[in-house]
């Protein structure tokens, strides 16, 4: 058989076993089937023990025990920045052993259980909540306004000579008062809903102005018409109320806008539609929240951290109270069952671990987003079609934020004790105690109704002028607080700002005024209120600033273990100064 094979093959090995001694001895001719190719023959071998090679099996399946291939890399979002693995240590370093914490199941329930109850007590000390009669009485201010809205419409009517038996107006309310998640001293967010004959220039702010200030419930009265929601702000009984319109493409506004029509909604302006954006907004939010007292109960936390913090105030880059509604509505709908101390502290830990400027929504459909064109905090509102937020935060006032996101979550997450002393977290910023210099400013006005004017209008223009700082290097963070200074005759509204040097910079206020005074005076309003009124920028130091700001011995003490930033006050780097 060799003979006629011409090849002779090595001895069979075992299969199972591995092991060639088993068989040795044993040869067999090799036989070709179905005109199979002849083996390759190995070189290195004697001559008479030629060997040939398997022919490799080709399969897209993996080898068995290795399971499936992994999966190709996801490319990256254009324009979103993700985070690489961190840089590997230097030879020989000693790397720090994980610390293990073993909780008790039971333990951990009786924690949660104890900081929910003792959050609830603090709440009710602090008087987040309003009481029996002042939600009497912010009921009695929606039903006064509702019957002044609908004779202003009517008689806009009967001037017109049109029909004032079917023509209507109403007033909705959105925002916190809406959402049931106001306190004593929070404000009454309402639109004025108005027919296709009302006007907006004339009609709103001119006659149902008069008809309020006829009324002697009304006081405090001022306009707001070059705004980007144009507006009424008064108070009503002591409750200040922001009054924006809406004007409807129809007569009988009350009762279209109350059918919930979307085609109606097509057809109005852009200013109305940006009116009636909070109204749907709310109406979304109470729909897609599980459990509405949960999430009114965490919106009043977040509002009186935010404030407590100096980081609610929309119009200097920082929250405002539609921001913090759609993010607790976000950790309500993962955590539907959660109790509220968990509720805020998952709060702090899901967005301070949240990879921005990636947006946040309610919904899978959000709308097209460039990190060039938004926010750096980009928030989808939860309506249809989906919208951002209108957001002012800059890289000074998103760095704070994210610092006391940080913050909150180190308090939290403490687990050496049972209880948490809420105080600590709802400790008011010690701007004092962080920053050696601070950019005062003060606006001044000959009669304190051209001073509330004046006050909102520069307001609604301070965004430019933290973007001016930060072109000059200058960290900045505005505290939202007014001040008043009692040495100046006229009325007048401070604002100290806290500066964080990041170089050896000095601020020539002369020039910052003529650029902030260009952002102004852009338009005919701001130059008509400029000629009455002031502005004056100077760069402070301590001395300068209210006691009220600079004093907080209490909280410094409570928190000697943290590290500095979490604090909120870092230390200032030396050899930085500052020159007015």
């Known amino acids: 058989h060799e003979a006629l094979a011409g090849v002779v093959v090595p001895a069979a090995t075992n299969q199972r076993h591995g092991d060639p001694r088993r068989a040795r001895g044993r040869r067999q001719p090799l036989r070709p089937r179905h005109r199979r190719p002849a083996p390759a023959m190995v070189l290195d071998r004697p001559v008479g023990r030629p060997a040939f090679r398997k022919p490799e ?3 897209l399946a993996p080898p068995r025990g290795t399971g499936p291939p992994p999966p190709p890399p996801i490319p990256p979002t254009p324009g979103l920045y993700l985070r690489g693995p961190p840089p ?3 030879p020989g370093a000693i790397l720090p052993r994980p610390i293990v914490v073993c909780l008790d199941l039971a333990r951990m329930k009786q924690m949660d259980s104890s900081r929910s109850s003792s959050l609830m007590k603090f709440l009710e000390d602090t008087g987040v909540s309003p009481s029996e009669e002042e939600t009497r009485r912010r009921e009695r201010i929606i039903l006064e306004l509702h019957k002044i809205v609908m004779d202003w419409a ?7 000579g049109g029909k004032p038996w ?4 109403t007033v909705l309310t959105f925002g916190s008062y809406d959402l049931g ?3 004593p001293e929070s404000d009454i967010d309402a639109v004025c809903v108005g027919p296709c004959i009302a006007s907006l220039q004339h009609h709103f702010f001119v006659v149902l102005r008069q008809m309020l200030e006829a009324r002697p419930e009304v006081s405090d009265l001022h306009s707001i018409e070059s705004a980007r929601v144009p507006l009424m702000r008064f108070k009503f009984n002591g409750v200040s109320v922001d009054f924006p319109y809406a004007q409807l493409p129809v007569i009988n506004a009350a009762e279209a806008i109350h059918a919930n029509d979307p085609r109606l909604l097509e057809k109005v302006d852009e200013a109305s539609w940006r009116c009636l954006s909070g109204v749907r907004v709310n109406r979304q939010i109470m729909q897609l929240v599980p459990n509405m007292k949960k999430f009114q109960l965490l919106l009043r936390c977040l509002k009186l951290w935010a404030r407590k913090r100096g980081i609610h105030c929309h119009l200097v880059g920082f929250f405002a109270g539609i921001h913090l509604a759609v993010l607790g509505a976000y950790v309500c709908r993962r955590h539907p069952n959660a109790t509220a101390n968990t509720l805020l502290c998952r709060f702090f830990e899901i967005f301070s671990h949240w990879p921005w400027p990636l947006p946040v929504s309610l919904h899978e459909q959000t709308p097209l987003w ?3 064109g938004c926010s750096l905090m980009p928030i989808v509102m939860p309506c249809y079609p989906p919208e951002f937020c209108a957001s002012n935060v800059t890289k000074s006032t998103f760095n704070k934020i994210k610092e006391e996101l940080w913050r909150g979550l180190s308090l939290t997450k403490d687990t050496s004790s049972v209880d948490i002393d809420w105080s600590w977290i709802f400790a008011p910023f010690p701007y004092g105690a962080k920053y050696k210099h601070f950019l005062r400013i003060v606006l001044s006005a000959p009669t304190t109704e051209e001073l509330r004017d004046w006050v909102g209008w520069v307001k609604s223009r301070f ?4 973007l001016k700082l930060e072109s000059l290097n200058i960290g900045c963070d505005p505290n939202p607080s007014e001040q008043v200074d009692h040495t100046i005759g ?14 050896n910079t000095q601020i020539c206020t002369t020039s910052l005024k003529e650029d902030f005074m260009r952002s102004v005076t852009n338009n005919i309003y701001g130059k008509e209120k400029c000629a009455h009124s002031d502005i004056e920028l100077s760069v402070v130091g301590m001395p300068q600033v209210p006691k009220s700001m600079s004093d907080h011995p209490a909280y410094l003490q409570k928190l000697p273990n943290l590290p500095p930033r979490m604090l909120g006050y870092p230390p200032m780097r030396q050899g930085c100064n500052a020159v007015g």
């Open 154 to 160: 009517k008689m806009v009517a009967f001037n017109q």
């Open 370 to 372: 460039s990190p060039d």
């Open 490 to 503: 006229e009325p007048n509204a401070v604002f100290l700002w806290g500066l964080i040097m990041y170089s």
């Open 57 to 59: 099996r080709r399969t």
């Open 463 to 466: 965004r430019s002028l933290i």
């Open 88 to 90: 590997l240590p230097p």
């Open 166 to 169: 079917i023509t209507s107006g």
């Open 181 to 183: 998640a106001y306190g």
